[in-house]
């Protein structure tokens, strides 16, 4: 079974959070010095901070933008700026899906051959209508919005799935959420990296290396599927196969 991720791995996501970033220092500029030690990464400990409240997503970012802004700013923000920031989530969640170059095609090849799933975490609503956009919905054989991808969440689905760690390969951009858990479980993975990365998805080693692969694009993803399925051993009875 191969597991693809969504957010910058099928389509594009990071590129748009990347500019509410900077939109959002822009408007807190006139409040703080951008330039002082620490004022950048406030914004990012405020979202690690929360992600246990709000989740992934917009809406955690947003509300995780509006504490910032008011501690930043001492309680200096304007009304009319945090209305803005609320906007900034308005236009995040509502951003067409944009498929990466040539990755509808790659998940089409590697369906005919493999189940594939598609695993990714962040707002349910969101999500679920950004696969629906996309026009992938009807490929994968399950589509799961989780809270976290972790081992522990990997390990839960594996066994929902009923496959072993070794006869799954996910694929994505995030050292974090794609590729670590899924090697640390004994599973494989195809790492595919993205020009732009979240911090919090870019703090984890890769650990097994042997099991891991990496193409710089999407048309890259059939081949290695492939040659990882020709190094697999085979697997234990009773298990499900792949289709091919």
């Not at 969640?93 to 790659?106: D, F, N, Q, S, Y």
């Not at 390969?169 to 020009?195: C, E």
């Not at 040659?227 to 499900?240: D, F, L, Q, V």
């Amino acid at each position: 079974m191969v597991g693809f991720d969504a957010d910058d791995t099928l389509w594009r996501s990071q590129d748009y959070f990347d500019a509410a970033q900077l939109e959002f220092e822009r408007l807190i500029a006139p409040h703080v010095d951008l330039e002082a030690p620490g004022t950048r990464q406030r914004l990012y400990q405020i979202e690690s901070r929360n992600i246990g409240v709000f989740g992934y997503g917009v809406k955690g970012m947003v509300l995780s933008m509006i504490e910032a802004a008011v501690q930043l700013t001492g309680g200096r923000i304007p009304s009319n700026d945090i209305h803005r920031i609320v906007e900034l989530g308005k236009e995040l969640l509502r951003h067409p899906v944009e498929l990466l170059p040539g990755i509808h095609e790659a998940v089409q090849e590697v369906a005919r051959d493999f189940d594939v799933v598609l695993i990714t975490k962040g707002d349910l609503f969101h999500q679920e209508a950004k696969v629906r956009q996309s026009g992938l919905a009807d490929v994968f054989r399950r589509i799961e919005v989780v809270s976290e991808k972790d081992p522990a969440t990997y390990a839960r689905l594996l066994e929902e799935f009923e496959l072993p760690a070794g006869g799954f390969i996910m694929v994505g951009n995030s050292m974090r959420s794609d590729i670590a858990p899924v090697l640390a479980l004994g599973g494989w993975a195809v790492h595919v990296p993205y020009h732009t990365t979240w911090i919090h998805e870019d703090t984890a080693a890769a650990g097994d290396t042997t099991r891991l692969r990496t193409v710089r694009e999407a048309a890259g993803v059939p081949a290695a599927v492939a040659s990882i399925a020709a190094a697999c051993p085979p697997m234990a009875p009773g298990a499900r196969p792949n289709r091919s």
